[in-house]
């Protein structure tokens, strides 16, 4: 299959966008892992976990949230979603990256105390998948919206964020479940995908590197202000309400082979980095794309490094969604 993308220049930024007919398909998420959470404590348990409202969840959406210690930095970021067990019993999926999945499973468990609850590593229990376009059965992609859910029967279908102008969406079914019927995306495409819609999932390389904010959660839906405690909620309220984010997430393009937690240097200070590379992917087009923590300052103008102040230049991208004002 013959890969086509289209890359024009607009007000000195380069803007990608994808042939929906070629970017259609289905892939296995091998990157990503679950988290079961079960027992009659589970939601009050990961309200006082996570930045999310879990207790607000309903059966019709799935959220994006972060675990965080202490200090507001995210140790990890999940798709969470609810659900009801062959009994009936409400039991919570979290997926997250899969390089993080032990140590987050850990670190979780340590704040379980004496509440009736159980968390299971259930990534071999289930199948995960992205799809793209077309792959996507109708009752979701009807929605349009990110973080809607679709289940039929024992299947769950989570709208995400688009990325270069493509629907894209989160499968989860029961390990012997039939595949839904859709041609494979080529190598590359979904990773690359997952960058052009501007959300990068914690994982190793940017552990504990980024409050919320730093990856614009508070714009993807990610962060509840209206919830109670959870670790680090003060430092990521007042990050918020305080006027005090000086960091953003951005989308940029480049040549060379970027990798996740790598400086990015700008022009006007190349003494110190202004960002930290989140996530990245290959571009089809050529080059690459990824998801730069920085400094708000650094994209006003000048130029940026990949790696070094001699690096590679990285030009930004437009951001695919509006960014919320702190207050």
């Known amino acids: ?56 969840l309903g059966l019709q959406n799935a959220r994006l949230a972060a675990f965080c210690n202490a200090k507001g930095r995210m140790q990890a970021s999940f798709v969470i979603f609810k659900r009801l067990d062959t009994q009936g019993n409400t039991e919570f999926l979290m997926v ?23 968390l299971i590593d259930a990534t071999h229990e289930y199948l995960l998948y992205g799809l793209t376009g077309s792959a996507i059965d109708s009752g979701a992609a009807s929605a349009h919206n990110a973080w809607f859910r679709h289940d039929f029967d024992d299947q769950t279908t989570v709208i995400l964020y688009p ?3 493509t629907t894209r969406a989160l499968w989860c079914a029961p390990g012997v479940t039939p595949l839904p019927a859709a041609h494979a995306l080529p190598p590359g495409v979904w990773d690359w995908l997952e960058v052009q819609s501007g959300i990068a999932m914690v994982t190793q390389g940017v552990f504990e590197a980024f409050v919320p904010q730093m990856l614009n959660y508070e714009s993807v839906g990610g962060v509840s202000f209206k919830k109670g405690c959870y670790p680090g909620q003060e430092v990521v309220a007042r990050s918020q309400f305080r006027g005090t984010l000086k960091r953003r997430a951005f989308v940029v393009h480049g040549l060379g082979e970027p990798h996740v937690g790598q400086e990015v240097f700008h022009s006007a200070d190349a003494d110190q980095p202004c960002g930290l590379v989140a996530a990245k992917a290959a571009n089809p087009a050529g080059g690459f794309d990824a998801i730069v923590s920085m400094q708000t ?23 695919p969604y509006p960014l919320k004002d702190d207050i």
């Open 297 to 319: 300052s650094a994209a006003e103008g000048g130029t940026l490094m990949l790696g070094t102040p001699q690096g590679a230049e990285v030009n930004l991208l437009p951001l």
């Open 163 to 165: 990325g270069a102008g």
């Open 96 to 118: 997250c990256s899969a390089d993080i999945l032990a140590q987050t499973l850990k670190r979780l468990s340590m704040f379980v105390m004496r509440a009736k609850v159980k």
């Open 1 to 56: 299959m013959i890969i086509q993308c289209m890359t024009t220049t607009q007000n000195d930024q380069i803007r990608v966008t994808a042939n929906p007919a070629i970017f259609s398909g289905i892939t296995k998420l091998d990157k990503l892992g679950i988290i079961r959470v079960e027992g009659v404590d589970a939601a009050t348990f990961l309200q006082g976990q996570l930045t999310q409202d879990v207790a607000g």
